[in-house]
């Protein structure tokens, strides 16, 4: 009998010390958020912690939350051109401690038109964090960003980039890695073509341009087996890095503007004979136009019979370029201010720009310029270039879509705005209670929406009559995005997800929805 | 547990005293639950600790030589806070009633053994603060608790005993659907919310009870 009641005792005793048992890893993770993203109708959210995507999709009254499982660790996301996909890098995780997984670096993309489907998770090995995409949406390149690869690893190679054809499933040849030539230096960025077919070789094909330091590597991405064609920029001097590149697939052509550059470089891909098995059937031949200077901003537009125009503003020679992309001719217009932002109007929609407007942001001029770009190609007509004096420097100018107005930004703490009308080249002043911390347009220009974290209130400018309005939000907020469908959708920076979703500019309180809660929603119910 | 131990010895040699027969009991304690399922684990790494006060009533139904059948009643309460992804704290209350019963076989008038059984409401509040904003929600749940015990007096007089009992089980609870939402500023009028649910908090578990004991 004493027995017995020592060892009630005794296992009572063991049983009161082995009561903590540990809790699963994943609970403990760090977590970063990252968005809100806006897609045509949705805004999504991607969870590092929670290893999924959150979709608000805000078309109806009613806003429908639905949630994607990615991989671990998501890193770097981007959305598609056309704003349907949403591609996201996760770097994956190395089981160490109990609870954890091995998996690798995946690039994952989701069509959000269809909420049915699960993502699409390519195998990239590498944890890249950066995404380029093609204009057309098939094909998309995950590349290391300047600052490399982290310190996670025993190797590291900077210049490996992953081709991932978006078109066929994941596969052993799909996505393709790969290292192109760096000489010392490693991408900055990656700009993919149109497609574009160079003469004599039948098909269209998607070409990258790799962006380095004193390089520009010319890459077939749609046979990325093939070896890269490197580019060397340096002239012995500084560095010259490439910086933007602007295509013309009708003639597939490419120009590139660099830092530190002499003039605007032309890459002209002709075909050649392939020299090996699997080589290129392509070279580029490249001339600099001639234009006399640097360029330190090109812009791009189509004219109404579809030909292709490139401005660039050359502040070294005092002038801006206008440049046939066909024939490569190009008309100077002589402006005395170092020019370094180009902006077209109308911008957006489906109206070729028939006006330029030419700011020097780092100068911190008190005037623009603005160009009739009708009839720009016949040398006959005078180049017909006006300027507008302002009251105070201009400090960032930011283009209304489908509009013919600008947003002039006189202050770095974005409180002394104006509104730029290039139909009537005048100006009106803007002011504001506060930084304009975030701020977007509504998807036909009608309105400006702006929002400080200081003030509890959403401002709206009507940009037709410069009429401003405000909606009283219960909440200071973080973010303001405007949707397709003119919804606006206001982030408040709530780890937990707290939105409050305005239907329109001219919405009344009563109309619009708070959403709270999406980024945890049914959290407790499943394990990462 | 040293100590538990020693209670445990003491009473165990203790010496003769006259045998027990009360009707009532009052019981006041405190106990500790595991909490281990996935719903509890994404929001703290605590136990729940807290405390719980009973009564009960001998129903001499003498269904068996040294067994007594006691219907009880109970009021728990108790609390765990902890963390979620590092970045974000969380704090768990509860408080719940019972009902049920308890079967107590007498081993020696100084030690006895029981099984009990009980059922009850529970009502769990979760709480989470992050980046500034604090968000809360509450919930009634039902609780079913089963556990064995142990009790060892100190005292026992026909009137009047005293001891401790130890108890040792399991409590299965439903979970309960929480969405948690900021508070408002009820001096203004707000927006009507739409509040994402973050699932249902299941806090279900094995406990340890140690409770006073007094019957009379």
């Known amino acids: 009998m004493r027995l017995l009641y020592l060892a009630c005792a005794l296992s009572l005793s063991t049983t009161a010390c082995a009561w903590n048992d540990e809790r699963p890893i994943v609970w403990e993770r760090q977590r970063s958020v990252l968005g809100p993203i806006s897609l045509k109708t949705q805004i999504a959210y991607v969870d590092s912690a929670l290893d999924r995507v959150t979709l608000l999709d805000l078309e109806n009254d009613t806003p429908r939350i639905t949630t994607k499982n990615i991989g671990r660790n998501a890193m770097h996301v981007v959305p598609s051109h056309d704003r349907h996909q949403l591609f996201v890098i996760t770097r994956g995780e190395e089981a160490i401690h109990h609870g954890q997984i091995d998996q690798e670096a995946m690039f994952w993309a989701l069509d959000t038109n269809n909420m049915q489907a699960d993502a699409i998770a390519y195998t990239i090995g590498s944890p890249f964090d950066r995404i380029a995409v093609a204009p057309d949406n098939t094909i998309a390149i995950a590349y290391f960003s300047a600052a490399g690869p982290d310190a996670q690893g025993f190797f590291r190679n900077p210049n490996e980039l992953a081709v991932i054809d978006l078109t066929r499933p994941p596969g052993d040849d799909n996505p393709v890695l790969k290292t192109i030539r760096s000489f010392g230096s490693v991408p900055e960025g990656i700009s993919l073509s149109p497609p574009m077919i160079v003469p004599g070789t039948g098909t269209a094909r998607t070409f990258g341009f790799i962006l380095s330091a004193n390089n520009l590597t010319v890459l077939d991405v749609s046979n990325p087996t093939r070896r890269e064609i490197s580019i060397r920029l340096d002239l012995g001097g500084a560095p010259v890095i490439p910086r933007e590149v602007v295509f013309a697939p009708n003639t597939a052509s490419a120009y590139v503007r660099s830092d530190n550059a002499r003039d605007v470089l032309q890459v002209l891909l002709q075909s050649a004979p392939a020299t090996m098995d699997n080589g290129n059937d392509y070279r580029p031949q490249l001339a600099e136009l001639g234009a006399g200077g640097g360029p330190t901003d090109i812009a791009v537009y189509d004219d109404a019979t579809g030909k292709r125009y490139i401005l660039a503003a050359t502040p070294n020679t005092s002038e801006v370029v206008v440049i046939d992309a066909d024939t490569a001719q190009f008309r100077s217009v002589p402006v005395s201010d170092p020019i370094d932002r180009i902006l077209l109007f109308p911008t957006g929609g489906t109206e070729p720009p028939h006006k330029a407007l030419f700011a020097s942001i780092g100068a911190k001029m008190k005037r623009v310029h603005v160009l009739d770009l009708e009839h720009i190609n016949d040398p006959l007509t005078q180049a017909s270039i006006r ?98 469908n003119a919804k606006i959708f206001v982030d408040h920076g709530d780890p937990l997800g707290h939105a409050t979703i305005i239907p329109s500019p001219s919405a009344s309180r009563e109309e619009a929805t708070v959403l709270a809660g999406f980024l945890t929603i049914n959290l407790l119910d499943s394990e990462p | ?166 108890d040792l089980g399991y409590v299965a609870a439903t979970g309960a659907s929480l969405s948690p939402r900021q508070e408002g500023d009820s001096s203004k009028i707000e927006l009507d919310a739409m509040q994402a649910s973050i699932g249902k908090l299941d806090l279900g578990g094995r406990f340890l009870a140690f409770s006073v004991l007094s019957q009379f």
């Not at chain 2, 139904?61 to 969380?90: C, H, I, K, P």
């Open chain 1, 387 to 484: 300027r507008i004096d302002l009251d105070q420097a201009i400090r960032d100018v930011v283009p209304v879509p489908e509009r013919e107005l600008a947003m002039l930004v006189h202050d770095d703490n974005r409180t002394v705005l104006g509104l730029l009308d290039m139909e009537t080249e005048s100006t009106s002043p803007l002011l504001g209670v506060g930084k304009l911390d975030s701020y977007d347009f509504s998807p036909d220009g009608s309105y400006l929406i702006g929002a400080t974290p200081n003030v509890s209130r959403v401002g709206f400018v009507a940009l037709d009559n410069l009429h401003p309005t405000d909606f009283r939000l219960d909440d200071a907020p973080f973010r303001v995005l405007s949707t397709a």
């Open chain 2, 1 to 166: 547990m040293r100590t538990l131990l020693a209670l445990a010895l003491m009473s165990i040699a203790g010496t003769a005293a006259p045998a027990f027969a009360g009707n009532h009991e009052i019981t006041f304690g405190s106990h500790n639950r595991a909490l281990r399922t996935s719903s509890a684990n994404a929001v703290t790494n605590d136990t729940l600790g807290g405390g719980h006060l009973g009564v009960a009533r001998h129903l001499r139904l003498d269904l068996y030589t040294r067994l007594e059948v006691w219907a009880t009643g109970g009021f728990n309460w108790g609390g765990a806070e902890g963390t979620l992804f590092q970045s974000m704290t969380t704090e768990i209350d509860s408080y719940g009633f019972t009902l049920g019963g308890r079967a107590r076989y007498t081993l020696h008038r100084l030690l006895h053994v029981s099984a009990r059984v009980d059922v009850g409401p529970a009502h769990q509040s979760l709480t989470i603060v992050g980046n500034g904003h604090t968000v809360s929600d509450a919930a009634w749940a039902g609780t079913a608790t089963a556990a064995i015990g142990v009790d060892l007096m100190l005292l026992a007089f026909p009137r009047f005993s005293l001891g401790f009992r130890f």
